[in-house]
């Protein structure tokens, strides 16, 4: 059975710290699909910034296996070598996606423009797991503070659209009062609640009951 829930943190490695609250959520023999499209920049191979022997594959890898997921039933997506159709088809196939952190940006270019994979990931039925830019990006409508904003200003972008936005996340979110005051301003604007996750917090959201069960390290602002 699948189970569709979300998972949002700011860092991956934050999940660890939580093993045994999450493992109601964590099917061990689960097919992990990971999603590393968030580059910096447009590369030619993924294998200096995602390969198995990149730290950033290690980082991802040692979380999943923490939790419970095995090694060999987690793949990941490469838009460099597959095509559309099979980057399409192990989406379809997979329980569980993990989208990382990075630059949303050019994560959205590849899903949306260049791979076409948007409604597989937008209604996929199983766990998605995303960290940072992996976690805004699966709300339809998201926000970037200026702190944390390459552009160093505010600004909403449009998401995956795996939440609708009943609420808002702030990623790397700081415990400073004008901060704070910042994202209160927002929650009355647009009239939703924010809950802040700091860069140990991690939110879980049913998709199907639209519960939100948050661990430690996010603080609710109501709208």
Known sequence: MKIMKNILCSNIESLSNYVKELEKYVDKSAKVVIIPWSFPNELNSLIEYFGVSSKRYKKYLNVLKSLGYQEENIIVLDCYKDNKEKIKEKINTADVLVLTGGN???????????????????????????SSAGACLQFK???????????????????????????????????????????????????????????????????????????????????
């Open 104 to 130: 949303p940006e050019m994560f959205f270019q590849k899903v949306v423009h260049d791979m076409e994979c948007l409604d597989e990931i937008k209604y996929f039925k199983g766990l998605i797991i995303g």
């Open 141 to 223: 409508r998201y926000f970037i503070t200026a702190k944390n904003n390459y552009y160093k200003y505010f600004a909403f972008y449009d998401g995956f659209g795996n939440i609708n936005p009943q609420f808002y996340i702030d990623v790397h979110s700081i415990n400073n009062k004008f901060y704070l005051n910042k994202l209160v301003n927002v929650a009355k604007e647009y009239k939703k609640d924010i809950y802040a996750i700091n860069n140990n917090g991690v939110l879980v959201f049913d998709r199907e009951k639209s519960i939100i069960e948050f661990m430690d390290n996010v603080k609710v602002i109501k709208n």
